[in-house]
């Protein structure tokens, strides 16, 4: 396994942050447990707690129990609907749930900036986690970049990975914030062509047609699944901390691991290249007016 610093904040985050959540991954106490440890051994040392459940908590916390606490990292996501105050105390129910006496990663998912500015002065008081990270959409994720309040942000990529999202996650990297990649994914779509409309009177008594699903494009690598191909490459930005996945079991957890400890074989990141230029719409032709005479 691989690891990567955490913006400029001290400590190391594995390359993949492995999510427990019990309605991907269904299982006894000793399937968690099991789980955990496998996580553990293929050297992940960074988790997400999502949905939860009896069995999960338990075999979560048999498995932390075993190791020390410095070693491994925990993050949860949550909003600010409810205020501070109930974010405290929400993790602080879910740190002892899993025999922890807190968590490193707190996620807030906002919906608009913040209107207080003294409510992350609050939770930083309450030592609530090591690192605040904002999620959010592009313009919150911007303000928050610029203002230096948080420690990290988490974003999903988007497969086309535009010039506005890279320089985003530049200037996060750059102010020494960490990243963390969501729903990492390589599955173009391909623009739908476009059908002449009638002109005049003639398209008032035409039925318009919907628009049709375009296909997508795929990369295909021997050996590789799409997956694999989408975490390999995502990793390939040195400024992203740690992405986020979801393997339902422990094969599929090594699988992952394989693929980081690699280099994307060369003929997958041409088809990617090939993937966002076939994604690309062609630009509309210039409108010609005629000069008055």
């Known amino acids: 396994m691989r690891y990567r610093n955490f913006g400029d904040r001290v400590g190391s985050v594995s390359a993949f942050t492995v999510r427990l959540e019990d309605g991907r991954h269904r299982g006894s106490v000793n399937d968690w447990r099991d789980f ?3 996580c553990l051994e293929t050297g992940v040392n960074s988790f997400e707690i999502g949905q939860v459940s009896a069995n999960m908590l338990a075999g979560c916390s048999e498995a932390f129990a075993a190791v020390e606490r410095r070693l491994f990292i925990i993050s949860w996501r ?6 501070a105050l109930e974010v405290v105390q929400k993790v602080r129910d879910k740190a002892a749930s899993l025999g922890l006496e807190g968590i490193d990663i707190l996620t807030l998912e906002l919906e608009r900036p913040l209107r207080d500015p003294g409510v992350l002065a609050d939770l930083r008081q309450t030592q609530v986690a090591r690192w605040l990270c904002v999620a959010g959409d592009n313009n919150l994720l911007d303000m928050s970049i610029l203002s230096g309040e948080f420690d990290g942000m988490t974003l999903r990529l988007d497969p086309n990975g535009g010039w506005n999202e890279r320089n985003r996650i530049k200037a996060a990297s750059n102010r020494g914030m960490g990243v963390i990649a969501l729903d990492v994914g390589l599955e173009f779509a391909t623009p739908p062509s476009e059908t002449p ?3 005049g009177l003639l398209r008032l008594f035409l039925r ?3 628009p049709q699903m375009s296909a997508t494009f795929r990369i295909d690598v021997p050996g590789w699944s799409e997956q694999q191909v989408a975490v390999s490459h995502a990793l390939t930005d040195p400024c992203i901390s740690t992405v986020v996945v979801q393997p339902n079991c422990i094969p599929a957890l090594e699988g992952l691991a394989w693929c980081v400890e ?10 990617i290249e090939m993937a966002r230029f076939s994604n690309t719409a062609p630009e509309a032709p210039p409108v010609r007016r005629r000069a008055k005479r």
């Open 36 to 38: 955990v440890f496998a």
């Open 78 to 83: 949550t909003s600010l609907t409810e205020g």
């Open 197 to 199: 409309t009638p002109a």
């Open 208 to 210: 318009q047609r919907e």
């Open 262 to 271: 690699r280099d994307l074989p060369g003929g997958a990141q041409a088809q």
